[in-house]
């Protein structure tokens, strides 16, 4: 299951998928519009305007000399040449030109036409902020929240991000907003962060208009309100921004706000993914993956994760390695499972290491069972946010594999992880109110734990359910009622082999007696 936005679904940029999305996102804008005469779309410049402008650099026209650069980083009406551009604008810099310091500082950043480096970078950027330049302001700060040629310091970024904001710097007011909703140089504040992104969506930034409608849709600072969420992510569709197409996507796959509609969430995920946004191709993968919408195809749905992997996305490397694992597609191969998830987790894919742990926890077809690295990889999930790895931590704790058996340890990773909405580990907290490991025995909270888990589409979760109202634990024994969570527990479960098996066992008892209507379980 994927949490609202892919990251990890997709990721989200939840957690650390938000910041890690977000980041990606500040920086390609940074490099996007070189000039803000040139439309980023119109890519045709005529030959007639670029002879005037080198008529005009030539005869030291620094404004004439930024742009001629602009068309040469940009190949733009003229071959791409970086050396070219660079000429150009040290020409324009030592006139005093501050966008040609900060397309300077940008070079040194990216390594276009120059070795990366990160001083020399900073030391332009510094340049065309003191010369006027609002983008050079900005970017200053955006070294120091990067940590870039300079130590990471989150009060001295927004400290720069305020000056950029004052000079009426869209991308400035978005990075305050970003720096309220995470707590970086700031006391996190959702309200405080709502109003710088309102401030830049007023003015048209559709990246703030995204974060709005992030804000609603996981009811940040507002209430949770997919209708509103909905409006914002369409206005910054309207312009043409991928990340808010493929939220509108996500919507619609899920029925949020909106009827679930797979066809209409695959249209917008097109959308997305024909302007290179690898989330939206990823997520095109999952509709192929689980034949929503369109028949079921694991080799559509390898594809298409193979081009947002090939763009460094982990989740879908994540989703790769799943197919491998599973065999659906390709044949079952644990090695390229593993080699998979290792490329995720070496990109920091917290959910990649607790998989890589589960591989070592499960010594799957000649990898060596080890549940000392299990725990290792498990724990390095659980710090990097993973909720599904702190729950492992609590299974490893509950069965003392890899470390000296403890349930109220257990517990204490089971709650952590249930916090951050971990069906597994909502499980866990049932099987120990169940059975009375680490807390007192007590069915009616393991049945409370088991709803939970259940309102997640956790197939294990129902199949308990059924086994307390079986044997009237915690509940009066109702064998109506069990036959009907065996039964959403038998629609749930899909590769879990084991359980596929317990669900139909139990079923097997159970024929001629009628299940009670979901609504009465």
């Known amino acids: 299951m994927r949490t609202f936005r892919p990251v990890s679904i997709y990721g989200s940029p939840t957690g650390a998928g938000r910041v890690v999305l977000s980041i990606l996102c500040l920086f390609s804008l940074i490099l996007c519009g070189c000039h803000k005469k040139q439309a980023a779309s119109d890519t045709t410049v005529s030959q007639t305007k670029i002879a005037n402008l080198r008529k005009d650099a030539r005869a030291g026209d620094v404004a004439a000399m930024t742009e001629l650069g602009c068309l040469y980083e940009k190949g733009w009406g003229i071959a791409k040449d970086y050396g070219r551009a660079l000429r150009w604008f040290r020409q324009a810099a030592a006139g005093g030109n501050p966008t040609a310091m900060d397309r300077l500082g940008l070079a040194y950043i990216e390594g276009r036409g120059v070795k990366k480096d990160y001083i020399r970078a900073i030391s332009w950027f510094r340049k065309a902020a003191a010369a006027g330049s609002t983008r050079g302001t900005y970017d200053v700060g955006w070294v120091y929240a990067h940590g870039h040629g300079v130590p990471q310091d989150y009060s001295r970024a927004i400290t720069w991000y305020r000056r950029a904001a004052a000079m009426g710097s869209m991308r400035a007011m978005d990075s305050i907003g970003f720096f309220y909703a995470h707590g970086h140089g700031v006391p996190q504040d959702y309200h405080e962060a709502m109003a710088w992104y309102r401030k830049a969506a007023a003015r048209g930034y559709a990246p703030a208009m995204d974060s709005i409608g992030f804000f609603y849709a996981h009811g940040h600072g507002v209430s949770q309100n997919y209708r509103e969420a909905m409006k914002w992510f369409h206005k910054a569709a309207t312009r043409r921004y991928a990340p808010a197409m493929t939220s509108i996507g996500f919507l619609f796959e899920n029925g949020h706000g ?264």
């Open 258 to 521: 909106v009827p679930q509609d797979y066809h209409e969430a695959m249209a917008w995920y097109r959308k997305a993914a024909a302007r290179g946004y690898a989330p939206a191709m990823d997520g095109i993968g999952i509709l192929h993956d689980y034949g929503r919408g369109v028949p079921q195809n694991h080799h559509s749905a390898m594809a298409w994760y193979r081009k947002a992997a090939a763009m460094g996305y982990t989740p879908a490397m994540d989703n790769i390695a799943a197919l491998y694992a599973s065999g659906n597609g390709v044949p079952k191969d644990f090695h390229a499972a593993a080699e998979w998830w290792r490329k995720a987790a070496a990109k920091g894919d917290a959910h990649a290491m607790a998989c890589i742990g589960t591989l070592y926890n499960s010594g799957h077809h000649g990898l060596p069972r080890n549940y000392a690295k299990a725990m290792s990889w498990y724990r390095r999930a659980a710090a990097g946010g993973d909720a599904g790895g702190m729950g492992l931590i609590g299974f490893q704790y509950l069965r003392g594999l890899g470390v000296a058996q403890s349930s109220s340890r257990a517990m204490i990773w089971f709650r952590k992880a249930a916090v951050k909405g971990d069906p597994f580990a909502m499980d866990g907290i049932g099987l120990c109110y169940q059975h009375g490991r680490g807390v007192p025995q007590d069915y009616a909270k393991a049945m409370a734990w088991y709803r939970k888990a259940a309102a997640r589409r956790d197939g294990l979760a129902m199949y308990k359910i059924g086994i307390l109202y079986e044997r009237g634990e915690g509940v009066p024994k109702n064998m109506a009622k069990a036959k009907a969570w065996y039964e959403r527990a038998q629609k749930a479960v899909i590769n879990d082999s084991r359980l596929i098996r317990l669900v139909k066992k139990e079923l097997e008892k159970f024929k001629g007696i009628v299940p009670v209507p979901a609504t009465q379980q």
